[in-house]
Structures are given as structure tokens and as C-alpha cells.
């Protein structure tokens, strides 16, 4: 006998690991450190009082970009051909006779970008569900379009100055390509492994346990689900899933595109609630492989979107993946659990609204 007495574990205060069934990996789960002091570095503020239009900003309707064309009067979806984009559709070979060790593939393919609305004071949350619907319907339009030819179609968005985005503007990134891309290839190899185990879809399988479980859920509806991942990384991340098998987005049904646009607006509220900011994020839709792959059986693949926002104690303060994250494995300091309780409990009336009250 030791005579120490037995702690009964609390995922609060006891640090764990965590399964990530889509990329076949571990979590390392440690809430305690949220009670250390913060000394670290504190970042700006997201800027609150954007113009509507700014005639120095590329996206705006009737601007000049930097290639020299001008950008039309839009009243809705605009898609323009990146300026500067990292895949073209010419790209030569570097052919195949290379050593193993220094091997290089051709990478083709096209770059877009699509503003969502004319106005840059709005983002998704801001803006009218019927124009949410028209951004679907156009993400739906260039996966139909862009997948007629190539394997992988990603769709994502960066907000904020904090993730990159240089153009404070409502608008997403469209990037298509001959190749299947590091993520979606470890996540089609998962989600596969799982169906033939289990003879189920994992994401779908997943879906119907989150909706019993409740705990990490942070909005839902009749034909979505989303939640605070069991596996997530960082603090405030979000799956924002389709209670229905569904393969790809230009699969879901009028309906389906009618109930995303208003969920989509209200977990977009609630993130923005959380600081009372405009809350930063690198969000995108992973989907069954097209081009090729459209003549295989994917079943295994669900469709879904990922939401990764960096700020974990405040506005200004943010998660770093670096150090032990870089070197050994992912790391987080509040529990999934923690994070969408937190979400779940607040308003779906925007902070801005309120304030213009």
C-alpha cells in the first residue's frame, strides 16, 4: 500500500489523449494550463469600422486590381481568376527520372476568387440568409464545374487579418487541382479504412453520436449538425456536418442549402459573440474526390466543413502551434467540452445588432 489516495480522472484537470479518427492521429488534451498567467504576445484587435467601400481595395465593385482589370459593379457573388495564383493550368513537367529522395510531381490547376457580397463592412453572419444561400450555390456551381476535370476542388476562406487575409472584403478561395492534396488524401484513406471495418460512413457514424451525446454540440437543425470536435485542436474549432449521407456540397438539396445558410449564420454569430469581434478563422469544405474519382464508389465520404479560429483566452490572444505542437504532436488547453459549452451558451442575435439597437 502506497497509502496515496486514488484521484478519480477529471478531463478538466487531468491531461489525456484524444483519438482524430480522420487523420490517425493523438490529441494531447491538457485544460489545467488554462490557470497559467498569460505574459505572452497579445495581438491586435480586428478593426471594427470598415468602410462599405473602399476605393483602394481590389475586391471592391468597380475597382482596379493589381493585373489592371476592372472589377464589375456586382450586386451579389463576384468570381474573378486569382492574380496571383499558386497552381496554373499550364505548369510543365519535371519529369520522372529523379532520385527517391529528391522526387517532384507536375502540379496544374486553377485559383479563383469569390467575393461573397458587394459591401466589405458585411461578412457571412452579417449578411442576409438569402445571400448566404447565393454563396452555396455558387460553391456548388464551381464543385460541379472545376470537378468535371480535376481530383480535388477546395473551397475555403480566411478571415481576418490574423489569418492572413490582406483584403478586409467577404470572400473566399477556390483552388483546384490535377493532385489529391496532403489533408483530403490522409482523410480518404481514414474515412475508407473506417467504412470497410464498420460498413458505416465515419463522419456519419459520428454525426448520429454527437446528436445522442449533446455535449459538444453547439448548433443543430433537422438537416445539420455543428460541434466542437471530440478530437479538435484548436480551442474553438468547429464540424459543421450533414445529418444525411451526402458526398459532395453540389449534392445537397435546395432545402439542405437553405438550412446550412442559416446554420452557417448561426455558429458565424455565436464565434463573433464570443469576444464581441469578427472573429478570425481558416474554414473549408472536404468532399468525395472528383474528376477521376467521380466514376469510383465513395461511399466512405461524408461531406463536411472545418472551422480552425486561432483565438483561444481573448480577442487578442491566440493558441501558437508551435514547439511541442510542431515537434511532437497537437496540443490544446481547454477541453472540446469546455469550448462548445462556451459557444453553445451564447446569443444568436449578433453583438452588432444589438448595439445598433
Given amino acids: 500500500m502506497s497509502g496515496k489516495e486514488e484521484v ?25 494550463r488554462m490557470k497559467r498567467p498569460w505574459a505572452g504576445q497579445v495581438e491586435k484587435a480586428p478593426e471594427e469600422h470598415i468602410p462599405r467601400h473602399d476605393p483602394c481595395n481590389p475586391l ?8 489592371g482589370e476592372v ?21 510543365p513537367d519535371p519529369g520522372s527520372a529523379q532520385h527517391p529522395l529528391f522526387q ?5 490547376g486553377v485559383c479563383k ?36 476535370t480535376y481530383p480535388w476542388v477546395q473551397i475555403f476562406e480566411n478571415k481576418g487579418a490574423m489569418m492572413g487575409c490582406s483584403n478586409p472584403h467577404p470572400h473566399c478561395q477556390v483552388w483546384a487541382s490535377n493532385f489529391l492534396p496532403n489533408e483530403p488524401a490522409l482523410s480518404e484513406r481514414c474515412q475508407r479504412a473506417y467504412y470497410q471495418k464498420h460498413g458505416e ?9 454527437e446528436a445522442e451525446k449533446k455535449e459538444r454540440v453547439v448548433v443543430e437543425s433537422s438537416d445539420w449538425l455543428a460541434v466542437v470536435p ?66 469510383e464508389d465513395n461511399s466512405h465520404w461524408q461531406l463536411h466543413a472545418h472551422y480552425y479560429p486561432p483565438l483561444l483566452r481573448s480577442a487578442t490572444v491566440k493558441k501558437f502551434m508551435v514547439g511541442y505542437e510542431m515537434l511532437a504532436q497537437e ?27
Fill in 201 to 209: 460512413p465515419l463522419l456519419l457514424q459520428y454525426v448520429k453520436q
Fill in 113 to 148: 476568387v469569390m467575393c461573397f457580397h458587394p459591401w466589405s463592412d458585411v461578412t457571412l453572419p452579417l449578411m442576409k440568409k438569402e445571400d448566404v444561400v447565393k454563396v452555396i450555390d455558387k460553391w456548388a456551381e464551381l464543385v460541379e464545374e472545376l470537378g468535371a
Fill in 331 to 357: 496540443q490544446r488547453d481547454i477541453t472540446p467540452e469546455q469550448a462548445a459549452e462556451k459557444l453553445r451558451n451564447l446569443p444568436e442575435e449578433h453583438y452588432k445588432n444589438r448595439q445598433n439597437q
Fill in 60 to 67: 471592391c465593385p468597380g475597382n482596379t486590381r493589381a493585373n
Fill in 230 to 295: 471530440y478530437w479538435a485542436t484548436w480551442p474553438y474549432q468547429l464540424l459543421l456536418l450533414p445529418r444525411r449521407h451526402v458526398l459532395r456540397i453540389n449534392d445537397l438539396t435546395a432545402e439542405e442549402r437553405e438550412g446550412l445558410a442559416d446554420i452557417m449564420k448561426r455558429l458565424l454569430t455565436k464565434y463573433d459573440n464570443l469576444f464581441e469581434i469578427s472573429f478570425p478563422y481558416s474554414m473549408g469544405w472536404h468532399g468525395a474526390p472528383t474528376g477521376p474519382h467521380l466514376k
Fill in 71 to 91: 472589377n464589375p459593379n456586382y450586386d451579389s457573388t463576384f468570381i474573378f481568376e486569382n492574380d496571383f495564383p499558386a497552381l496554373q493550368a499550364d505548369a
Fill in 104 to 108: 517532384s510531381k507536375a502540379a496544374r
Fill in 8 to 32: 478519480s480522472f477529471d478531463p478538466k484537470e487531468h491531461q489525456h489523449l484524444r483519438y482524430n479518427p480522420l487523420r490517425d492521429s493523438w490529441v494531447l488534451v491538457s485544460a489545467h
